[in-house]
């Protein structure tokens, strides 16, 4: 469902990624690694958020690089931030994303909304939110459009309980027939998914492919 | 240091009512407001520069050039004109201050800065002057202007009975104004119907016997309300509930976009929230143009040449309104590490930003037209065609506004200029 092959990508002098190779099929995968090491980097490219230096990414077989459009229709993003517009409100951002998607907010997104707590919070603007609440609307826009590809950078870093719990039981049930690709450094997060943890240090030596 | 030393050393510190002194609060928030908008700030003076140097006449007196300059304000106190017209006026001037404190509200709440200083000690009261002091700083152009007024006033001696109370009432559209903008800034409505009653009474008690006692009634009133804080809120505060029809906009535009409605909210949310003083300053702006189009045309008797004043006055505010397309880009750019993973167009916020300076300039284009439709005699067909053309001309300068930074003004002006002479020249 997810594959990219020779991934490098550099910032000014700086090569943060250097020719990654990976492919993972159904199911949920940890990726693990020291702060700045380029996990977040990877997601990024990965998402197509940022354009890498060479390489190229397939969604649910659909290359990002020549058909940007449809290889984003298969996939979701949740940043570690919230890097969205601060004036929008929690209610416009699910709608805008529902509307790139060229989809409706499902009736599975309504309760994954409410499961979060988030139904009280959904006029406030993003940028008024918690910090919390910035996270777990972000999250919750993943399952707009029912990705085949889901990739979470740090997606439990400052849930509460309640919510954190919420998450694991969705991305649980997501990884049964999407990948869903997490970086994390929180292990007890990482096993409550049942996801296969990849050092990213391994990644880099392990090329080409990692397999489901 | 200073501030340091100030802080520590001050007798005022060591007592415990005032264990923090106000002045470094005054120093940050002064230099919070001057390092926020310097550009902007240099941008007003030179403005104002500009405006003295263009309309200032050598052939008369430096008062006759002051009268000239302060007319806005001193249109006030001319006689002939009943209640309404001068109650009127006064809430124009009230309204015009408002909307220039709301222009730069951020500036002079002082940023993120102040939600940590509301932790601190302050009282209501040290918190209001420190407030009025940076109120008093971006009101300083206008300021000016009441000051030259009040100069022009007491100097003119054909008016002797009337002068100290038209001194009075100066002051008191100053001070009015500076209660209107803290009501706005702090929302407390009630500042607003204070401000609203000194209105009535003003314009009621012009050049009666009792003026001089009612305008300085109110600048009693007035000095008071600045000085005590912090008003009382409005009985309803925080008891809105959600009317039935308040979902209207987003009706309109789901009407007017369709499936595309999401992602013409953002643009205009953009305009409307992030950048709601940028949209307010352009809107004072284009009616500054207006003004001075107007009086030009008056001036003309609305002859032909007062249907081009018309004309450059709409080249003018396209001009003006074109400035926004910048701030919506630069919005986009800053939310594009999330956007740009979602299945759009790359350029998706291209077309959306475009209905939303066209939708926001249209009536302001329209404004001109129609005035010089219905007092020059422009036959309505070559009005729609000049709204067309320059909404065009609008659509037009989005590429040189975003083409460089440093160039855009240049780039946009010439643009702006060819434009509006070809379009003078067709429709003339």
């Known amino acids: 469902m997810l594959r990219f092959e020779g991934i490098c990508k550099s910032y000014g002098p700086r090569p943060v990624l250097q020719g990654l190779s990976a492919e993972f099929g159904a199911g949920a995968w940890a990726l693990r690694g020291p702060n700045g090491v380029g996990k977040s980097t990877l997601l990024k490219v990965l998402a197509g958020a940022v354009e890498p230096d060479a390489g190229a990414v397939w969604i649910d077989e659909v290359p990002l690089h020549t058909d940007p459009t449809a290889a984003k229709a298969r996939l979701a993003y949740a940043p570690d931030e919230c890097p969205v517009y601060p004036f929008m409100t929690g209610r416009e951002l699910l709608a805008f994303v529902a509307w790139a998607k060229r989809c409706d907010l499902s009736a599975e997104v309504l309760d994954i909304v409410d499961g979060f707590g988030l139904t009280r919070h959904l006029d406030t603007r993003c940028g008024a939110m918690s910090l919390g609440t910035q996270k777990k609307l972000m999250l919750a826009a993943g399952w707009i459009g029912d990705p085949a590809v889901l990739l979470c950078d740090e997606p439990s870093n400052g849930l509460d309980a309640q919510a954190r719990l919420v998450l694991i039981d969705l991305l649980r049930e997501k990884s049964l027939q999407a990948t869903v690709l997490v970086s994390t450094h929180d292990q007890t997060f990482a096993q409550a998914l049942g996801a296969t943890v990849l050092d990213f240090a391994d990644l880099h030596e392990c090329l080409p492919t990692v397999r489901d | ?428």
């Open chain 2, 1 to 428: 240091m200073l501030v340091r030393q100030k802080l520590f050393n001050n007798e005022w510190s060591c007592r415990p009512e005032t264990a923090i002194f106000i002045t470094p609060l005054l120093h940050y928030r002064l230099r919070w407001y001057a390092a926020a908008t310097a550009r902007l700030l240099l941008r007003r003076w030179q403005g104002l520069l500009l405006a003295v140097g263009l309309l200032a006449s050598a052939g008369t007196t430096v008062f006759d050039n002051i009268a000239i300059l302060n007319r806005p304000l001193l249109a006030l106190l001319a006689p002939g004109h009943g209640f309404a017209w001068r109650f009127g006026y006064l809430l124009a001037l009230q309204l015009a201050a408002v909307l220039w404190a709301a222009m730069q509200r951020a500036q002079i709440e002082g940023g993120g800065f102040m939600a940590f200083a509301g932790s601190l000690p302050f009282s209501p009261r040290q918190r209001r002057q420190v407030d009025l002091a940076v109120l008093v700083l971006a009101d300083s152009p206008l300021l000016l202007m009441v000051a030259g007024s009040i100069a022009v006033t007491a100097a003119h001696r054909h008016a002797a009975p009337h002068v100290v109370p038209h001194v009075l009432l100066l002051i008191d559209v100053a001070l009015l104004a500076l209660v209107a903008q803290l009501a706005a800034l702090e929302r407390r409505p009630l500042g607003w119907a204070g401000a609203l009653l000194a209105c009535v009474v003003l314009a009621a008690g012009f050049r009666t016997g009792l003026a001089l006692w009612l305008n300085a009634l109110v600048v009693a009133a007035a000095w008071l309300a600045l000085r005590r804080a912090p008003w009382p809120a409005w009985p309803l505060a925080g008891q809105r509930r959600r009317l039935p029809f308040a979902d209207w906009p987003g009706r309109l535009l789901r009407l007017l976009a369709g499936r595309h409605a999401p992602a013409l909210r953002v643009s205009l949310a953009i305009l409307l929230r992030e950048r709601r003083g940028e949209a307010i300053a352009k809107l004072m702006s284009t009616a500054a143009v207006f003004a001075g189009g107007f009086a030009l045309m008056q001036l003309f008797d609305y002859d032909d040449r007062a249907r081009i004043v018309a004309l450059l006055a709409q080249g003018l505010i396209a001009l003006t309104l074109s400035g926004v397309y910048r701030g919506l880009h630069m919005a986009h750019l800053a939310s594009a590490g999330y956007t740009a993973a979602l299945p759009a167009k790359p350029a998706w916020s291209r077309g959306f930003d475009l209905a939303t300076v066209l939708g926001f300039g249209l009536p302001l284009l329209a404004v001109p037209a129609f005035a010089a439709c219905v007092l020059a005699g422009l036959p309505p067909l070559r009005a729609l065609t000049s709204i067309a053309s320059y909404l065009a001309l609008l659509a037009a300068l989005r590429a040189p506004q975003l083409f460089h930074e440093r160039h855009a003004v240049v780039l946009s002006t010439i643009v702006a200029g060819c434009w509006t002479v070809a379009t003078i020249v067709y429709l003339n």
